[in-house]
């Protein structure tokens, strides 16, 4: 089991940054590859940001490119998302997610569907005004 509590989410101006922390706990931390979720209303759960186990490999949406970071934290069992440059398009409720893994060769695997992850937190809302 991965218990997961988002934070860090809030009202910003376009142009403006935030980060987002998920806070996980439950499981070895090293053995599940991460990923942020966002759903905006009336629209699909999509895809974010994603890191492997090990911290190594990263994925990202082609609209967060270039704005978004995602990274983990082994000490503070902790993953994030550094937003940057934010736009009234990416308000939504983001969700972290775990996918649990112990195979070896997944170390760096990354995971971009959300039917791939087993563990999700309960979301916290992003709202950015132009």
């Known amino acids: 089991q991965v218990q997961l509590v988002e934070s860090g989410g809030g009202l910003v101006q376009a142009g403006g940054s935030l980060r987002l922390s998920c806070a996980a706990s439950?499981?070895?931390?090293?053995?599940?590859?991460m990923g942020w979720f966002r759903q905006a209303p009336g629209k699909e759960r999509e895809f974010v940001a994603a890191?492997?186990?090990?911290?190594?490999?990263?994925n990202y949406a082609d609209s967060v490119k270039g704005r978004f970071t995602i990274s983990r934290d082994y000490a503070k069992n902790t993953g994030n998302l550094q937003m940057n440059n934010l736009k009234p398009e990416d308000t939504a409720v983001y969700y972290c997610?775990?996918?649990?893994?112990?195979?070896?060769?997944?170390?760096?695997?990354?995971?971009?569907?959300?039917?791939?992850?087993?563990?999700w937190g309960q979301g916290t809302q992003v709202t950015v005004s132009s």
């Open positions: 997610a775990a996918h649990p893994t112990t195979y070896p060769n997944t170390y760096y695997n990354t995971y971009t569907r959300d039917r791939e992850y087993d563990y």
């Open positions: 890191i492997s186990r090990n911290g190594i490999n990263s």
């Open positions: 439950g499981r070895t931390f090293s053995t599940y590859a």
